[in-house]
């Protein structure tokens, strides 16, 4: 009696949950429900992104013809080519510049709209977003005018001032640097409204404790203001630093990879070597090039971006 007791009292208790519960209970999961709507964006990342990327991957290791399986042959071809050694350092000098020189550049604008009252702000903030808003062919189609050897009005401007022509587009260390002008002007406002928003997020009691501590300008910014950035800074560096070595419209219109192939960025020289001359396998190694390293720094950054976002927490 006492055994079919215990067993009458345990039954219930082991008794296996209903499937329309266990349903009900793993669709009422947050997680769950944040997939679901998730699931649409994730199904296009897919079909615009991986897919495109796999199928390059796969198109790098063929042969010209692409008939033939030749592993790694493309990136051996290339690495032995100094065409190809020019444009990874031509890559790295444009990238790398442009996006210190976009964040210092777009630092110094968002600190000093911060001072400006709201009503000036919005007006300032829409005047200076405007080489961000125009499609980049066309703003780089009027700098290629400004920097055209016989209607540059930038060279006219120096000969008023008894300067000498400047050859833009002709040498090409001013070639790079003319190419660098127009990649920070059109993505300077970028940095700015990042940085903008990420000011407007730090309260103005951290300042009040600075100042009471006797806290310069400088040691506000330094120990207050950057601290709070830092996460933002990170995450805007990254992504301008992904979109400035894919960047190519602005190559293509301004100097086209001249003079001498010696402006040549990876997307400019994929295009060139994968469409116009026909060799789309190793088109697609060139533009496969930087994906280890841009991948490895982005782990590394958005790591860091976590820990400290746990810290804060």
Known sequence: MALDATTATAGPAMAPARPGLTLQRFARRRSTIAFLMALPLITVIAGLVAWPAGYAIYLSTLNRRMTSFIGLGNFEILLDSETFLMVIWQSCFFAITAVVLKALLGFWLAHQLHHIPTKGQRIWRGLLLLPWVVPPALSTLGWWWMFDPSYSSLNWILNAIGAPSVPWLGEPWWARISVIIVNVWAGTPFFMIMYLAALKSVPDQLYEAAAIDGATGWQGLRYVTLPMMRNIISIT?????????????????????????????????????????????????????????????????????????????
């Open 237 to 313: 560096v990254l992504f301008s630093l992904i979109v400035t070595f894919a960047n190519y419209d602005i190559v293509r219109v301004l100097t086209n990879g001249g003079p001498r192939d010696l402006t040549h960025v990876f997307a400019s020289y994929a295009f060139q070597v994968g469409v116009l001359a026909g060799n789309i396998p190793r088109g697609a190694a060139v533009s496969l090039f930087m994906f280890p390293l841009l991948a490895i720094v982005a782990f590394f950054v958005l790591r860091g971006v976590n820990q400290r976002s746990k810290e804060m927490a």
